[in-house]
């Protein structure tokens, strides 16, 4: 039973360099999703991708972010010039939802990545 | 999404049931109740949902009023592995899910 995986599971930089963090969500899960979350607070939305297709983004995600999924698989996100801001712990999450109906839907989260800023 | 509220904290005996509660005052017919927990520094982790009926799997029961305006999970025997945040999500029709600040259960030996 292979769950999501995130990749790395730490990350130590310094301000003003770009990070790269992967996600392999469960296998035939359409959906994948980012979270963010700082200390003692709860996760935070950040974007989600419909097979390949990016279909909503947060506020919270700034021109600094990009995150893509070009097969609809595994998708990156990545941070440029980071910030000590964007310490927190990066989540990502899977799940299969098809048509619309009900909204049922369960996403299922990976370990995360934590990223220090220095 | 409908809100939720929880309890900040909570502490459990060992073995004993544990039981969350959740206000939803505000859920609609078609938005389902969610449960996570967080253990320190790991990624939540789902332990059931419901619309209306109650549910129970492996982890947890999942008791929701029949006006639907409260839920209750319940850890039937808790362990001290079960110590964690513990969050209540109503899911409507947006795709992400809304994480309030959620319940800290620690459970004592």
């Known amino acids: 039973d292979t769950g999501v995986s995130q990749d790395p599971r730490h990350k130590i930089t310094k301000r003003g360099q770009n990070v790269t963090f992967r996600c392999d969500p469960i296998s035939e899960h359409n959906r994948l999703y980012w979270y963010r979350q700082t200390l003692g607070q709860g996760p935070e939305f950040l974007t989600y991708?419909?097979?390949?297709?990016?279909?909503?983004k947060s506020r919270l995600l700034s021109d600094r972010f990009s995150a893509e999924r070009p097969k609809g698989s595994f998708s990156t996100l990545e941070i440029q010039r980071t910030e000590q801001g964007d310490s927190a712990m990066y989540l990502c999450?899977?799940?299969?939802?098809?048509?619309?109906?009900?909204?049922?839907?369960?996403?299922?989260f990976g370990p995360g990545t934590r990223l220090l800023v220095l | 999404d409908a809100k939720t509220t929880q309890p900040p904290s909570m502490d459990c005996a060992e073995g004993r049931a544990a039981n969350l509660p959740c206000n939803h005052s505000?859920?609609?017919?078609?938005?389902?109740v969610y449960w996570y927990r967080q253990i320190h520094s790991q990624g939540p982790q789902y332990i059931i949902h419901?619309?209306?009926n109650n549910e129970t799997n492996e982890m947890a029961s999942l008791i929701i009023t029949e006006d639907r305006k409260s839920s209750t999970l319940i850890l039937p025997h808790a362990t001290l592995r079960d110590t964690a945040v513990y969050y209540c999500i109503v899911r409507g029709s947006g795709n992400k899910l809304v994480f309030g600040a959620g319940t800290i259960l620690r459970v004592k030996s």
């Open positions: 419901g619309l209306k």
């Open positions: 999450a899977s799940s299969a939802r098809y048509g619309g109906g009900l909204s049922e839907e369960t996403q299922y």
């Open positions: 991708f419909q097979n390949e297709a990016q279909l909503e």
């Open positions: 505000t859920i609609s017919g078609n938005e389902y």
